[in-house]
Antibody
Framework: EVQLVESGGGLVQPGGSLRLSCAASGFTFSSYWMTWVRQAPGRGPEWVANIKQDGSEKYYVDSVKGRFTISRDNAKNTLYLQMNSLRAEDTAVYYC?????????WGQGSLVTVSS | SYELTQPPSVSVSPGQTARITCSGDALPKKYAYWYQQKSGQAPVLVIYEDSKRPSGIPERFSGSSSGTMATLTISGAQVEDEADYYCYSTDSSGNLWVFGGGTKLTVL
């Protein structure tokens, strides 16, 4: 059974940092692109970033470029999102999703709240 | 930045056909994907690559695309289909992805 489990969310002050993790199981993690999607309260989903199987290609939405870094450890079957210089508008539930296009599996989400 | 445009709401009676549209300049060359989201849950893929249906999705869900518009059709909508629906696609580069603004489907 495919499972994606996010962790690392929480309350952080503006300007602070957090690292999200997504532990994958039930499929060959190293064979798939992986994606982060976030959803602010009361808003629709927003694609944040994705990463190629070997980490050689990474893409980001403009609003997080230079502040967020997506990475992966294929030996640990884990996807990461390092978030720096956090802003109030980054407050959202962050989901990891399998694949670059057809996000057939999603995690349960990890809530990030940026507030003083 | 690239945008996908959806109507904010669609309303039908049970058993009627619901159609939700999504317009975007790159859709003639890029696939559209459709997600259903119910309150408090992660999105669920209902259509991929314009018209393909994942296993486990009812046959009443179908998709099509023509020119700059993709359409999600729910034939014989059920009360349980009430949800927010989002289209999803990529810009002309194929590297940056966007969701549409979402359409709230009401079935009553």
């Amino acid at each position: 059974e495919v499972q994606l489990v996010e962790s690392g969310g929480g309350l952080v002050q503006p300007g602070g940092s957090l690292r999200l993790s997504c532990a994958a199981s039930g499929f060959t993690f190293s064979s798939y692109w992986m994606t982060w999607v976030r959803q602010a309260p009361g808003r629709g989903p927003e694609w944040v970033a994705n990463i190629k199987q070997d980490g050689s290609e990474k893409y980001y939405v403009d609003s997080v470029k230079g502040r967020f870094t997506i990475s992966r450890d294929n030996a640990k079957n884990t996807l990461y999102l390092q978030m720096n210089s956090l802003r109030a508008e980054d407050t959202a539930v962050y989901y990891c999703a399998r694949d670059r296009t057809t996000h057939d599996y999603w995690g349960q989400g990890s809530l990030v709240t940026v507030s003083s | 930045s690239y945008e996908l445009t959806q109507p904010p709401s669609v309303s039908v009676s049970p058993g009627q056909t619901a159609r939700i549209t999504c317009s975007g300049d790159a859709l003639p060359k890029k696939y559209a994907y459709w997600y259903q989201q119910k309150s408090g849950q992660a999105p669920v893929l209902v259509i991929y690559e314009d018209s393909k249906r994942p296993s486990g999705i009812p046959e009443r869900f179908s998709g099509s695309s023509s020119g700059t518009m993709a359409t999600l059709t729910i034939s014989g909508a059920q009360v349980e289909d009430e949800a927010d629906y989002y289209c999803y696609s990529t810009d002309s580069s194929g590297n940056l992805w966007v969701f549409g603004g979402g359409t709230k489907l009401t079935v009553l």
